[in-house]
């Protein structure tokens, strides 16, 4: 159970070589071997979704996937969002609008709102709590985090753009 | 001679232009950046070369005598460096208290490994340590812990005490609390009013489970801690008497925290245990606890019962209240000592005038996971208990409930009002308020009437639809002291260092935004430093709202004092006088010529070896104390408009309004997050939340399946007004905390909004109200009338 394979992750666009056993999660190989240390761990049993990165362009938890399982997978956690320094809108939306206290659950909604959009950003008020209730936050009571959904989103639907903090 | 006039026109103009006012603004959060790009530093995030992982072995059983823990499988394990139970730890004694003036509760300290008994399923009985979490954690599935069942566990508070030990029972003590002639008031009573009352067991749990890294420092023969928060300095104190080190050989360092609700940054023995590890082994120790864990093992809060009667007279005016609480202590008495059930009972009252009083807190032990304070700890249930009794009053009296709250609030010309009861070791003395004020208002801001007749005509189409009110006092500012250091580097950034710490709240920015304004210079250059022993004497942490006020007045003492010294040496630089001159935006201007020196070059002006410097002290730098021995007293109202589908028990909470008087809002963008966020906390304890135990005392609520959490879906649509009209007398400023009023009334308000939706005066008993709950509640209700209601009256959803 601990002997370890070897196999490469490419998260955010750059492969790293693991060496791991089969049953270390993604969100442990991310945090360990790939030192990304972004994507939280807070329940470890799928419920709560701080660990929520996006794997080929859906948002999953880290926590349910083994790392081996990510092999051959595009893998985009929180620490790709921001290109050169610049944050991306919705980052920006979460501190404008005051969507974040600890900021412990930050990255699994930012990453869980990025999957959504990537796949339609076209989201309305009422799947968008469908989809922020994915996530536990204990700060915020979502309130603010929906703002800045919705501000993004109608920023989005202005500039028809398709994605938000995509690797260009 | 200017006229008033003139002079009140030129203040108000160089207020509107001065850059540095930054209180009472909704800047952005000067913490924010890291946490967004996924760059923050939580325990979890770091490590330290060589380090060793620990896992705690936990006890499966509720009660039992402990008649072996057998580490001998573990030992051999891969990668395993050692396992302890209690034997190995032996010398190490048990957790003291911090928060608590109550004698005798000494022999109900926990030990960091159970000895000699188990009390609660998750206590710690061994502690594994290997150079893996992976392997740490098959190890401690191999440790054997071997426990005769030889007692019942006890597990409701109400009933009969039994023996903790020989000697000690599992009721270490009765708190009483009260004045005046409570006897008479019963005896010429118009109407007793009388309600047994309930709140289920929750915790804060925040999203970042606890955490600890241990290093030791053997050149310098230092411990350092990091994971640290809530209450660095007296946590280092004791740890350092645990280890017979003196506190300067203890080092606490605080990293981001994932969310405290007051759980977080007590003394547990997961800490201790760490601290020890590292110690004995040479070699760095962390523990990161799991969910499962998190839920048995960290503090829980708020179970509580409340036999509570009023004696009222024909107008319901209150005369007496005599009031019976049985506080579920869990297993252990834990660092706060029996604080929560001593300050539900002395904060009881809230804002009405009582002229009798009597109240008693049986605090008792049971076999579950110990407590202690959880965000607004027994006022959430005391809210829920006083507010429930004033609706009992009205309705016995045929009252608007609203109207009978008017009657007795304290009025704002009878501030300060000392209550003659004591919580959190100071005496009770509400500083200011305008209760009657702000139920109109807070009406007004709801649209009261407007809800109300909404309510009633979707009641009239056949839906449950109800309109509640809840009012509180909170507390705030709890003292004695806090210090700060402020200084400007010669590059005009500002460092403040305190002794407080920070949960994720954003004290960072609040206390910035204070010194900013004082000091007069842009709030982002300046850092605030805090949670770490080794960088300043002395601090109080986080809890008790008390960090805005606490540190928030020191800090504006501090840039008062570096102020004064900046505008003396730009004075020598400019060649004028101090008084004409004006700092702002981190320059210093001569208002009449117009000449100017930047902050950063007075600082440099300063610098020890400056030929301008005089015989001024060295550097551009101050540190300033306060002190306060009375707490303040923010409050507020909430109201919820719900809707209940009455065939499956659900309650919606469509809408939902909260007014709340901080006396000054430093930056009112946080207060409502601190509001909204309060009231997730408050709505999932109303209707969600509760840890459940098994007959055997097995806990059923380990999982996030299990224990239910509000999430966005159940939010609801809620606008807060942050109010100013009571600022506090006991500082300057005027503040008061923002930490804990949105949870506060939101059981009380969540209870009456249900009896109105079901038109069953007094219905709800018990918090949480779960669906289970409210239908075996109704048909009891009905089954009790003599009216009889028919129950399949009931139908009717809410969509």
Known sequence: ?168 | MKTDKEAMSRSSHSRQVRKSAYIGKSVPRLEDRPLVAGEGRFVGDMNLPHQLWARIVRSPHAAGRLLAVDTEAARTMPGIVAVWNSDDISDIPNIPFRATSIQGLGPYTQPILARDRVRYVGEPVAVVFADDPYLAEDAADAVFVDVDEDTKPILDARDEPGEFAPGASTEPVIINKGYGDVAKGFRTAHRIVELDLSVGRHSGIPMETRGALAEFDMVNEKLHLWGATKRPHWNRDRIAEMLDMSPAQVALHELHVGGGFGIRGELYPEDILVCVGAMRLRRPVKWIEDRREHMMAANHSREQHHLIRAAVDSDGHILAIDETLHHDQGAYVRTHGARVADMSIGLLLGPYAVPAYAARAHFRLTAKTPAATYRAPGRFEGSFVRERLMDAIAHELQLDPLELRRRNFIASSEMPYARNLSALETEVILDSGDYSGLLDKAKRFAGWEALKSEAAERRAKGKHVGVGLGYFVEKSGLGPSELVRMTVATDGSVEIVTGAASLGQGMETAIAQIAADTLGVDYSRCAVIHGDTDKIAFGWGAHASRVTVMTGEASRLAAEEVRIKALNMAAELLQCAPDGLFLDDGVVHHVESGASVSLAEVAKALEPASSQRGDRSPGLTAEAWFHNKHMNYPYGAHIALVCVDAETGHVKVERYFVSYDIGRAVNPSMIEGQILGGLSQGLGGALFEEFRYDDTGQPVSVTFADYLMVSAAEMPETAVQILQDAPSPLNPLGLKGSGEGGVTAAGATIATAIDDALQRPGLVRRLPVTPQYLLQRIAEYDAGQHDARQSDDLTGACE
């Open chain 1, 1 to 168: 159970m601990s002997e370890k394979i070897e196999f490469s992750l490419k998260v955010n666009g750059t492969d790293f070589s693991i060496a791991c056993p089969p049953r270390k999660t993604l969100a442990d190989a991310l945090r360990e071997d790939c030192r990304l240390t972004g994507t939280h761990v807070g329940c470890e049993h799928g419920v709560c979704g701080a660990c929520t990165v996006v794997v080929d362009g859906r948002a999953v938890r880290a926590c349910l996937m083994f790392a081996v399982q990510a092999q051959g997978s595009e893998v985009r956690t929180v620490e790709g969002l921001a290109q050169n320094d610049v944050l991306s809108p919705l980052q920006q939306a979460f501190i404008d609008n005051h969507a974040l206290q600890c900021g412990f659950c930050t990255p699994g909604f930012l990453m869980l709102i990025n999957g959504a959009f990537e796949r339609d950003p076209d989201i309305c008020e009422d799947e968008l709590t469908e989809l922020l209730s994915s996530n536990l936050c204990r700060c915020t009571g979502y309130r603010n985090i929906a703002r800045a959904v919705l501000q993004v989103a109608d920023k989005l639907k202005a500039r028809s753009e398709l994605a938000v903090g995509k690797p260009s």
